[in-house]
């Protein structure tokens, strides 16, 4: 078994997953009581470096922001994708996931502007380089989890690059291009968002039912 094997992969893309959600845990428990947290004091109450919370996070404002949208957002998505009427159907998951976070959007979407922002405006080497993507682990674990019944379904390749397209269209990203760029209220990019998703899930499947067995 090399240092390349999928389960090893697996293994460690877990791991960093339970270090930030450590993390950002951390941050949401100390600013809960509404004083903002330091660096240091994240670290120390989610058991880890101060460099280790830098290779995740490339700034206080970064953390803290993801740590205030994660905790809007998480309890009603975890409600949607564990809704059993939807269990073996993938589109309807990711529908459920869009609408879900389209519900929130009022909320979410003035942090997301200033959570991309921070990203692209960080100056080059403040800090160490992020561990892996520099943000939006919490949405590949929400579209894999969409999508979960076409896990085995799929080939490998073909699952990734449907999260990969998905992540294209879910999230803020989108929001802003079609608000800012086509000028579209909530409810068509509501429409929009759900029927580029739906097209993308259902051309999966129809590439691997031509492909046959």
């Known amino acids: ?10 293994g460690r893309e877990a791991q960093r997953r339970r270090t930030r959600k450590a993390i950002v845990e951390a941050a949401v428990r100390l600013s809960a009581g509404g004083a903002t947290p330091s660096i ?28 205030t949208a994660g905790a809007l957002n998480e309890p009603p998505v975890e409600e949607a994708l564990n ?22 959007s009022p909320q979410s979407l003035p942090l997301g502007r200033r959570l991309i922002r921070l990203t692209v405006d960080q100056p080059a080497g403040e ?3 992020p561990t892996g993507p520099r943000r ?6 929400w579209l894999e989890q969409a999508c979960e019944p076409l896990r ?14 998905l992540t294209i269209v879910v999230g803020w990203e989108a929001q802003i291009a ?25 051309a999966a499947i129809r590439e691997h039912e031509a492909d046959g067995p």
Not at 1 to 8: G, K, L, N, Y
Not at 44 to 58: E, H, K, L, Q
Not at 60 to 66: A, G
Not at 152 to 165: F, G, H, K, M, V
């Open 178 to 202: 079609l608000r800012d760029v086509r000028g579209l209220g909530p409810e068509a990019e509501e429409e929009a968002i759900t029927w580029a998703a739906r097209a993308l899930v259902e």
């Open 1 to 10: 078994m090399t240092s390349d094997d999928p389960v090893r992969r697996g």
């Open 136 to 141: 939006g682990p919490r949405r590949i674990q």
């Open 40 to 67: 240091d004091e994240i670290a120390a109450d989610a058991d880890v470096s101060r460099r280790t919370v830098y290779a995740y996070f490339p700034s206080l404002d970064h953390l803290l922001i993801d740590a």
């Open 83 to 104: 809704d059993p009427a939807l269990t073996g159907d993938p589109a309807g998951r990711v529908d459920a996931l869009i609408r879900t976070l389209l519900t929130y």
């Open 152 to 165: 085995d379904t799929l080939s490998q390749e073909s699952y990734q690059r449907l999260i990969s397209a």
């Open 127 to 129: 800090t160490p380089e």
